[in-house]
């Protein structure tokens, strides 16, 4: 089933992760060689219940909400996270500073977990279809760019204890729109093509 292009848009915001998983980024398709991902959703024991309550976590900005709160009151300190984020994204301190939110930490992980659900069974498409643009419109409440978006994914993930060596190069090939060495990917430049706000473009099928 074809896609719009406001549809396409959506998926945008999931796109870090697709391109880290080598999945398309503008296709809700299931293929075959994404078995492992079912597999992997299988192995937390998931179910129908269980992620619709993961998904309306991920909505509810459960995680990066613990996570401002941890740095509004100091528990953490995002000093030397950021200038990592700086230094590996050559991106200026200082717009990296002015994040204050890891919003799209569980944003990014919302549109992704959507389709991978979808794919697993447990929820619809029209379900699908409803949790990621409720992500997006969330998404446009809390950010208002993509350079903005991509950092605070980045200071989310490390905050949460995961490291970003090993997804930096996928990143800065989205957010740069560069292809990786002797390949070419579909849709890499999805940053240029598509809005993060829609500024009164309005798409059409």
């Keep these: 089933m074809a896609i719009t292009k406001s549809q396409k848009r959506m998926l945008v915001f999931g796109a870090i992760l697709f391109h880290i998983e080598n999945q398309k ?18 192995n937390q024991n998931q179910n129908r219940e269980t992620a619709i309550t993961t998904l309306e976590q991920l909505l509810a900005l459960t995680e990066s909400r613990r996570l401002d709160s941890l740095l509004a009151e100091k528990v953490l300190d995002e000093t030397d996270i950021k200038k990592e984020i700086s230094k590996k994204m050559k991106i200026s301190l200082q717009e990296v500073q002015d994040i204050r939110s890891t919003y799209a930490w569980d944003i990014c992980r919302l549109v992704a977990m959507s389709k991978w659900c979808f794919w697993g069974g447990y ?9 990621i643009s409720k992500g997006v419109e969330r998404a446009s ?9 991509t950092i605070s994914f980045l200071i989310g993930r490390r905050l949460a ?22 390949k070419r990917i579909k849709d890499i430049d999805v940053y240029k093509k598509y809005p993060f ?9």
């Design 161 to 182: 204890g995961f490291d970003i060596d090993d997804v930096i190069k996928q990143v800065k090939q989205i957010f740069y729109s560069r292809h990786p060495f002797f």
């Design 123 to 131: 929820i619809t498409r029209e379900e699908m279809w409803n949790f």
């Design 197 to 205: 706000k829609y500024n009164r473009v309005i798409y059409t099928n």
């Design 25 to 42: 980024i503008l296709s809700v398709s299931f293929k075959e060689e994404y078995e492992r991902f079912l597999y992997g959703i299988e």
């Design 141 to 149: 409440e809390n950010g208002d760019n993509w350079k903005s978006y």
